[in-house]
């Protein structure tokens, strides 16, 4: 709870300063040209990965399976949407390595880490 209160205070304030860094280098308009670009990319990128995602998981409750990856999948699109849609660099930036394949991989893999973690310290049963 403690890091998301830093978080609140931290990351709008280095956008703050990264916007401001920006308009004077490159100019006003811009820096807001590109931040209305990443915000229409990044509601594109979210619908057709989510739209892909919310397939994935229809087709595997279809056959049976659970669908564990596909959701990892879709909290990070749902995150990098989320993020993109947010004016900013830094947090563009974030939003585009959650959409990107490649990337994506590792933070699933934070994420997994993050929910085993929190189930460890709560006693949460799991039944298989």
Same mark, same amino acid.
Do not use: C
């Given at each position: 709870m403690r890091y998301l209160l830093l978080l609140? =205070?931290? #990351?709008?304030? !280095?956008?703050i300063s990264v916007l401001?860094?920006?308009?004077?280098?490159? /100019?006003?308009?811009?820096? @807001? /040209? #590109?931040i209305?670009?990443? /915000?229409?990319l990044g !509601?594109?990128?979210? *619908?057709k990965q989510g739209l892909e995602t919310i397939k994935k998981v229809q087709d595997q409750l279809r056959?049976?399976? $659970?669908?564990?990856? !596909?959701i990892l999948e879709g909290i990070c699109i749902l995150a990098g949407g989320i993020l993109l849609l947010t004016p900013g660099f830094i947090t563009d930036i974030t939003g585009l390595l959650l959409l990107a394949p490649?990337?994506?991989?590792?933070? *699933? *893999? @934070? =994420?997994? *880490? /993050?929910?085993?973690?929190? $189930?460890?310290?709560?006693?949460v049963t799991i039944i298989r």
């Open positions: 609140l =205070i931290i #990351v709008p304030a !280095a956008e401001l860094l920006s308009g004077n280098l490159i /100019g006003f308009w811009p820096t @807001l /040209g #590109v209305l670009f990443t /915000g229409v !509601a594109y990128l979210a *619908k056959y049976g399976q $659970m669908p564990g990856e !596909a490649p990337t994506q991989s590792f933070f *699933k *893999k @934070l =994420i997994l *880490k /993050g929910f085993r973690r929190w $189930m460890d310290r709560n006693t």
